[in-house]
Structures are given as C-alpha cells and as structure tokens.
C-alpha cells in the first residue's frame, strides 16, 4: 500500500505571491476613529502643532512631543508647579534679554523715527518680563482672601443695620403724627369729604390786590 505524500490545498498564498489585506471590522473602525478624534481635540495635541511649527532645522518627532506634553501635563496633576516656574521664569530671561538687543540696537541707529520704534519695542519686552516675573511671584506665593466682619465702635449710642431691611407693614411715626385726610373717599360713593374749613373772607382793604373787574378786563384774550 502506497501512501499519498501530497499536502492538502490550503488558501495560503505561497512565498512571493501577494496576500489579501484583512478587512477590519465595524468595531475596530469605530474605535479607529474614536481615538483619532480623541487625539486630534487634546490640548497635547494642538502644543505640538505649534512646537513642530516652530522647530528648529533638526526634525522633531511628533509623536515624542505629545509624550513630553503629557508627562507635563501628569506633573501637574499631581499639583506640582515646579514645570509651570520653570517655564516662566525661562520666558521672562527671555524677554529680558530682548530688551537688552533692542535698547543697544536703538543707540546705534540713524533717525528719530527708528529710534523711537526700538525703544518701544524694548520697553514692551521690559513690560512683558515684568508681567511674567509678577505672575511667577503670585503662582509661588498665591494671595489669600480675608473676610472680616464689621467692627463698629462709637461713644455712646450707635445702630448699624447691615444688609436691607426687610419690608414693614407698620406705619412710621411721621404718619401716626399726621395723618393725610384729604383725599379719604367717604363711605361707598367713593365721593372726596367736603371741605369742612371755613371759607376765607374776601380781601376789600386792599384794591390793588382785589379782584379785576370787568371794566378792567382786556378785551382781546391774548394766545
């Protein structure tokens, strides 16, 4: 009996021939997906466009600048400051010694106007180290708010009211006092009381403040 030494068929491809490309799957493309949208909105992400932006001649690996913000960026999680000092501090030398290149350049140059441009330009680098240096003294030493109540202290009688009064319902003592009684309506007529005082004489000792009669009158009403 003679035995067959031939190998089944199989669906690999033989050694130089082109295999198939695995086609993912709908999770795998949706997790694909997740995570590059995941990456491109990280703040880590958008830094290293910028750094890769302004690198210098020698290539920067992208990839390695997002590790070194996320190290970062795990420092300070743990609440330590020490990466965010470092940085301004850095920055505010840096501004520094841009004033320093400016202000040299401005004696040296031909004109008002250039000079005049130098120098503002240094004093705003100045302007900017001096910022960074304040914001690196209150990140160091952050400033505490206090609240301290209200001392009052006089001789003698004193009310201090703090805060609004609430509403009363009461009348004050002026309205106690003098009570308005002339426009009371009376009774159900909702009609005004009458006038109860007497009436005042008219005035005859004086004619020149008496009243104007008719002879008197102007005969054409003006207006």
């Given at each position: 009996?003679?035995?067959?030494?031939?190998?089944?068929?199989?669906?690999?491809?033989?050694?130089?021939?082109?295999?198939?490309?695995?086609?993912?799957?709908?999770?795998?493309i949706e997790a694909k997906n997740n995570y590059m949208a995941k990456t491109a909105m990280s703040p880590e992400f958008s830094a290293a466009l910028v750094v890769d932006a302004y690198r210098p001649e020698g290539k920067?690996?992208?990839?390695?600048?997002?590790?070194?913000?996320?190290?970062?960026?795990?420092?300070?999680?743990?609440?330590?400051?020490?990466?965010?000092?470092?940085?301004?501090?850095?920055q505010a030398?840096?501004?520094?010694?841009?004033?320093?290149?400016?202000?040299?350049?401005?004696?040296?140059?031909?004109?008002?106007?250039?000079?005049?441009?130098?120098?503002?330009?240094?004093?705003?680098a100045q302007n900017g180290s001096r910022a960074t240096l304040q914001t690196l003294g209150e990140l160091k030493n952050p400033r505490h708010?206090?609240?301290?109540?209200?001392?009052?202290?006089?001789?003698?009688q004193q009310q201090v009211n703090n805060g609004v009064a609430p509403a009363s319902t009461s009348p004050t003592l002026a309205q106690e006092e003098f009570p308005d009684s002339t426009n009371k309506l009376s009774g159900a007529n909702h009609e005004l009381l009458e006038d109860s005082r007497a009436a005042s004489p008219a005035i005859t000792g004086y004619p020149v403040v008496a009243a104007v009669d008719k002879v008197h009158r102007a005969k054409v009403r003006r207006g």
């Open positions: 009996m003679t035995k067959n030494n031939t190998l089944p068929k199989t669906d690999i491809p033989a050694e130089g021939e082109n295999r198939p490309a695995l086609q993912p799957s709908e999770a795998q920067l690996d992208f990839l390695a600048i997002m590790a070194q913000l996320e190290a970062q960026h795990a420092i300070l999680a743990a609440d330590s400051l020490v990466q965010a000092e470092n940085m301004l501090m850095s030398m840096a501004l520094d010694a841009i004033f320093s290149q400016l202000a040299v350049r401005a004696i040296h140059a031909k004109g008002l106007d250039q000079t005049q441009c130098l120098l503002g330009l240094a004093l705003r708010t206090t609240f301290v109540k209200q001392a009052n202290i006089a001789q003698g």
